[in-house]
């Protein structure tokens, strides 16, 4: 499965989309992206989401704050992001240093502009199945089986990884979907009894090339959510890819597998955030 050719596709549905919005409103979406201190893979990527936006259209903003700065700081900073009539969409990439408490930060963005799907009120929507915006992986990989036209209702699907932002909203999201999931982490006992009897295997477990053949079901779909650098600086995955591919029924690359279709989902869910907001501000008036 081609990640970064379904990503382009996504893409040139939400510039169709942006250009109407834009004529129709005379608003542009806006993401703000927040990153601290100076970690080479969260500039990395924060850039890369920025020239996405702005591709597809949108207004894009980082705001880049020094390893040092207070959790005070960075509540004020996104404060004011949540003020700002011009702001749809607040991004603060993860991880943070250790003397910032992360869910508070993630708590005081607007659930509104909240494009990663993280706040604690959007999690619950997604698991009691009410619209909410849904985490960017999460989202990006059933897109994927959806445009791959995996079934998903009445499959047998294992997760391995237990995160808040991949393991546990796509337990959920496939749930909704109808399949039978089960979650795996790093205390499961029997691990290959439950991966062999996966139809759709997720691995995300930061363990680079984890998932080998001999653990996967003959005709299994497998996605990989892994994103591990060797010391050469060579991006691989939690799996196998040469060893599995022969196996499966289909399984994505890393790179150009999951990587792309977050950065798809994340200008997604902030169309829908603008949508929403513009309609609001259009009901108010
Ligand atoms: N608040 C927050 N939201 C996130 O969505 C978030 C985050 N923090 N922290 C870090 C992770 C990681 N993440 C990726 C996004 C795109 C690629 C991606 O496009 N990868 C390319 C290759 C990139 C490369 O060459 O390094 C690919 O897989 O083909 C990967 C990883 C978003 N994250």
Redesign the pocket.
């Known amino acids: 499965m081609d990640?970064?050719e379904v990503a382009v596709v996504v893409q040139e549905k939400i510039k169709k989309q942006t250009a109407e919005w834009i004529k129709r409103t005379g608003q542009t979406p806006k993401l703000t992206a927040v990153v601290v201190g100076k970690n080479a893979?969260?500039q990395?990527?924060v850039r890369?989401?920025k020239k996405a936006a702005m591709e597809v259209g949108f207004i894009s903003e980082i705001i880049e704050l020094p390893a040092k700065v207070t959790e005070v700081e960075l509540l004020a900073c996104i404060k004011e992001l949540n003020q700002d009539v011009t702001v749809h969409g607040i991004?603060?990439?993860?991880?943070l240093p250790q003397h910032i408490d992360e869910h508070k930060v993630i708590c005081q963005i607007d659930v509104y502009k909240d494009v990663?799907g993280?706040h604690p009120e959007q999690v619950g929507a997604l698991s009691i199945g009410l619209n909410g915006l849904a985490p960017?992986?999460p989202a990006g990989i059933i897109e994927l089986l959806k445009y791959y036209k995996i079934k998903i209702s009445g499959k047998h699907a294992v997760v391995i990884g237990r995160s808040n932002?991949v393991g546990k909203p796509i337990a959920n999201m496939l749930l909704k979907l109808d399949a039978t999931v089960t979650i795996t982490h790093s205390q499961t006992q029997n691990l290959a009894e439950i991966t062999r009897g996966a139809d759709i295997l997720i691995v995300s477990i930061g363990q680079p090339h984890f998932l080998t053949a001999d653990l996967v079901k003959e005709g299994a779909v497998v996605i990989d959510v892994g994103?591990n650098r060797t010391e050469a600086g060579k991006?691989i995955g939690d799996v196998d890819f040469e060893g599995v591919k022969e196996k499966v029924f289909a399984i994505t690359p890393?790179?150009?597998?999951?990587?792309?279709m977050?950065?798809s989902m994340?200008l997604d869910n902030t169309l829908v955030a603008f949508k929403r907001i513009v309609s609001v501000e259009n009901k108010e008036k």
């Open positions: 990640g970064k893979a969260s990395f990527y890369s989401k991004l603060v990439q993860l991880p990663d993280f960017c992986t932002i994103i991006l890393v790179p150009g597998g999951v990587g792309p977050t950065i994340l």
